[in-house]
């Protein structure tokens, strides 16, 4: 069934890696894109997962739309191999979602999550966060970036989150390494200018029902999963062709609004003071 909260927006021939597929918001997204027409590769080192929402993709949208690849982001050897297999299976790349990130939750830590005070949290666990989440983020970029250059066009989307994650009590490793993601995008959309390559930075605007180990606060409402699909479409697409170095909130989308008048008005502040 078609998603009608989707913008208008034909992603016909559009060729997007989507990293962190096989769970939670990247499966979320992955199962978005190709209603819109897109084709999607699905990276992640969960390849039984991946393949799993491959068939997902396909029941949705149909066969040929999703190609699931085991990919370590923290090894750019297989960063490597993933463009590579994305281009054997696609014979094109447009759009690198970076999504995937050191889980927050799971096996040794509470329900509520990895948040503590940075001088009782495991230094493995922070080691292993900024590695996944900032080093494994900087290697897809390093190694999609020259395709895209030498094509004159391409997209980078970097997944971070509400800047009170920034300086909230208990909350590094993982606001630490967002906070980082938000640096490599400003830093990176300026080196890519008139490349004809964009790089943004897109969060949910809340916490996401997306996992189901998460620990709910009485009263809390989650935003959906798929909250970030309508803008995701739109940044995907050649309507924000330009669009470059901006924080982009999926929870303000306005399905009321043109599609580019929804798209500008998802746009945040710079999350650092002189970057506009």
């Not at 559009?14 to 499966?27: C, F, H």
């Not at 299976?89 to 990130?101: P, S």
């Not at 929870?251 to 710079?270: H, N, V």
Request: include cysteine; proline fraction near 7%; aromatic fraction near 6%.
């Amino acid at each position: 069934m078609v998603d009608s909260r989707l913008p208008d927006i034909d992603l016909d021939g559009r060729v997007v890696i989507v990293t962190g597929a096989d769970r939670g918001l990247g499966r979320a997204m992955s199962l978005g894109l190709p209603e819109k027409g897109a084709r999607v590769v699905l990276a992640s080192p969960a390849f039984d997962a991946l393949r799993a929402v491959a068939a997902e993709v396909e029941a949705v949208a149909g066969p040929g739309r999703a190609h699931a690849v085991r990919t370590d982001i923290t090894d750019l050897a297989t960063c490597r191999a993933c463009l590579a297999e994305t281009l054997d299976a696609f014979g094109r790349i447009d759009v690198l979602v970076n999504n995937a990130r050191r889980p927050h939750r799971g096996p040794g830590l509470p329900p509520s999550g990895n948040s503590f005070p940075f001088f009782e949290t495991n230094p493995r666990i922070y080691k292993e966060t900024v590695e996944v989440n900032v080093t494994g983020t900087f290697f897809m970029a390093y190694t999609v970036a020259p395709h895209f250059i030498g094509q004159g066009h391409g997209k980078i989307i970097n997944l971070t989150t509400s800047v009170r994650n920034f300086f909230g009590r208990a909350n590094s490793p993982y606001g630490v390494t967002k906070a980082a993601i938000d640096a490599e995008t400003y830093i990176w959309a300026r080196d890519l200018e008139g490349t004809g390559v964009t790089c943004n930075a897109l969060l949910p605007g809340g916490a996401c029902d997306s996992d189901p180990d998460r620990e709910k606060k009485p009263g809390q409402t989650l935003l959906p999963a798929d909250v970030m699909n309508p803008l995701l479409t739109w940044l995907c697409s050649a309507r924000s062709d330009g669009v470059t170095g901006g924080r982009f909130n999926g929870s303000l989308w306005d399905p009321a609004l043109d599609p580019d008048a929804a798209g500008l008005g998802c746009r945040e502040p710079a999350s650092f003071h002189g970057m506009e």
